[in-house]
């Protein structure tokens, strides 16, 4: 079974400048999908980007962009010019070629002190 | 085009009691999802389903918990005699079919508050 590991509970940037949030995730497959959501006090979540496991390019959408590296399972968030309303808890997660579910890590709570 | 549609928004039920959550997909979505989040967690997968057929039901607890997504209407997921471990945020995906390059969309969330 797919899992996905978020090892920072906790992580703080200051405004304006670049935080990096980790996950890796364990998987014998070779095509998969990985995402990372946004998910406010509101507790909607929100897709922020995703990277399709074939393609070598990194994922880059405005002020986020991963670096994804397949060998290592790794799969980084960077938020650059860290703005107030970044703050959330952020998502891991893991979409297998079967496409039934997808599979979450523990989250990263991330805070912008102003 | 309206998005996930969830209701209630916040549900409390006493030990015993059932708890219905609705779930209406995004126009034209013929796939849904429903997730569960315990207090300082991550959402876990429940159960996957097509109109009128549960096609995954792998993370269901094996009692209590029914799902359904009849033919006409919103997805049904279904709690009987409510304890207070199954206290948490229960949300709902839909997707317009099952091509694993296609984006879940996601629901506001029910909070289930077990007394």
């Known amino acids: 079974a797919q899992t996905v590991t978020q090892s920072q509970p906790e992580m703080s940037v200051q405004e304006a400048e670049t935080v990096t949030l980790s996950c890796t995730y364990d998987?014998?497959?070779?095509?998969?999908?990985l995402f990372w959501y946004k998910q406010p006090p509101s507790r909607q979540m929100i897709l922020v980007i995703r990277q399709e496991a074939y393609k070598q390019q990194n994922a880059t959408e405005n002020r986020f962009s991963v670096n994804f590296q397949k060998a290592a399972k790794s799969f980084s968030l960077k938020i650059s010019d860290s703005q107030l309303g970044d703050a959330a808890m952020y998502f891991c997660?893991?979409?297998?070629?079967?496409?039934?579910?997808?599979?979450f890590g523990a989250g990263t709570i991330l805070r912008v002190k102003s | 085009n309206a998005g996930v549609m969830q209701n209630p928004r916040h549900l409390v039920r006493r030990r015993g009691q059932e708890a219905r959550l609705r779930c209406s997909p995004m126009?034209?979505?013929?796939?849904v999802y429903w997730y569960r989040q315990l207090p300082e967690e991550g959402l876990k997968f429940m159960v996957y389903?097509?109109?009128?057929?549960?096609?995954?039901e792998s993370g269901m607890p094996k009692e209590r918990f029914s799902a359904e997504f009849p033919k006409e209407g919103p997805s049904i997921l279904r709690i009987q005699q409510v304890v207070r471990g199954d206290s948490a945020a229960y949300f709902c995906?839909?997707?317009?079919?099952?091509?694993?390059?296609?984006?879940?969309?996601f629901g506001p969330g029910t909070r289930l508050t077990v007394l």
């Open positions: 997660a893991y979409r297998s070629k079967d496409g039934n579910k997808l599979v």
């Open positions: 389903l097509q109109k009128e057929n549960i096609i995954d």
């Open positions: 995906a839909s997707s317009p079919d099952r091509a694993y390059h296609n984006e879940q969309f």
């Open positions: 998987t014998s497959e070779s095509d998969y999908y």
């Open positions: 126009k034209g979505h013929s796939h």
